[in-house]
């Protein structure tokens, strides 16, 4: 059996419907994928604010945008402008990021990655993280728009 390991996206959910999902999937901690950790039309999801609204709902927040983030520094990550995850998969500290996820799913708890979108299909989390993860044997479930578990994308 592998472990499972879940992702989110916050789009337009207020934080409370947020918090809600977070319980009815019985998430433990919130690893935060976003490169920038900010939003202009959804305060409640910058880093600070959000980090204290999962502490006073009794959730871990963990930020590794800058290893797992869909828009890297490193200019080799991109071809035309575009971010290539191929590239990105293979860099050191991508790999970083990864091995904290892996470790601490092994350590039992249960974890969801979060980044802005909702839709998972249109998300790095998915495309990059998400892939990664399932090629290594870990099952990948996605909290969709509507609040429902999406385990097989295209």
């Known amino acids: 059996m592998s472990l499972?390991?879940?992702?989110?996206?916050?789009?337009?959910?207020?934080?409370?419907?947020?918090?809600?999902?977070?319980?009815?999937?019985?998430?433990?901690?919130?690893?935060d994928v976003r490169t920038n950790p900010h939003s202009r039309y959804q305060p409640d999801y910058g880093s600070k604010?959000?980090?204290l609204h999962l502490a006073n709902n009794?959730?871990?927040?963990?930020y590794?945008?800058?290893?797992?983030?869909?828009?890297?520094s490193d200019v080799t990550c991109y071809t035309n402008g575009i971010v290539d995850y191929t590239a990105v998969s293979s860099k050191l500290f991508f790999l970083r990021?990864?091995?904290?996820?892996?470790?601490?799913?092994?350590?039992?708890?249960t974890l969801a990655l979060m980044c802005a979108e909702q839709a998972p299909v249109h998300c790095?989390?998915?495309?990059?993280?998400?892939?990664?993860l399932q090629n290594e044997g870990y099952d990948i479930l996605h909290i969709d728009k509507d609040g429902t578990l999406l385990d097989e994308l295209f």
């Not at 499972?4 to 901690?29: A, C, E, H, P, V």
Request: proline share 1%.
């Open 4 to 31: 499972k390991i879940y992702t989110i996206g916050y789009g337009n959910r207020s934080i409370q419907s947020f918090i809600q999902l977070l319980t009815k999937y019985q998430i433990d901690i919130l690893i």
């Open 49 to 51: 604010k959000l980090e």
């Open 58 to 62: 009794n959730y871990r927040y963990l």
């Open 64 to 72: 590794l945008g800058k290893e797992l983030g869909g828009k890297p």
């Open 97 to 109: 990021g990864i091995e904290q996820v892996i470790s601490l799913a092994g350590e039992g708890v």
């Open 124 to 132: 790095h989390r998915k495309l990059l993280i998400g892939d990664y």
